[in-house]
């Protein structure tokens, strides 16, 4: 499967965004979407996550502002951020897992078997 992560761009603080995670090659309807987040420097950061079942989890830092969704008719899972602060300024990358995933294995990296290519989000003072 191929991801495809789009919708990126440069937002002033206080603003919104919705990212898109198009894949092709195979249906994402069985598996775990997952976002994450990467600044220079850092590891990549967990930021929520869609079940095939669509039930969703989030990190602390970024439920209530952050909504994730998935489309499976379009193959298409969304992250919809709102609110957004200088600080969420990063390269965001969707993944594709095992929906078998526990919850607690979520937030690692190393669990997805796909990745997209990430798209960055900027955010201005």
């Known amino acids: 499967v191929q991801l495809q992560a789009s919708g990126g761009g440069l937002v002033q603080a206080g603003g919104s965004l919705r990212l898109s995670c198009t894949a092709s090659?195979?249906?994402?309807?069985?598996?775990?979407i997952s976002w994450f987040r990467q600044t220079p420097g850092k590891e990549r950061e967990f930021v929520g996550a869609?079940?095939?079942?669509?039930?969703?989890f989030y990190s602390g830092s970024m439920k209530g502002r952050f909504t994730v969704s998935r489309d499976n008719a379009k193959n298409t899972a969304y992250l919809q951020m709102i609110s957004l602060k200088p600080e969420d300024t990063a390269v965001y990358y969707c993944?594709?897992?095992?929906?078998?995933?526990?919850?607690?294995?979520?937030?690692?990296?190393?669990?997805?078997?796909?990745w997209g290519q990430g798209t960055q989000v900027t955010v201005s003072s």
């Open positions: 869609v079940r095939r079942g669509a039930s969703t």
């Open positions: 993944a594709l897992g095992s929906d078998r995933l526990i919850a607690s294995s979520l937030f690692l990296a190393h669990k997805y078997d796909s």
């Open positions: 090659g195979r249906s994402i309807s069985t598996g775990t």
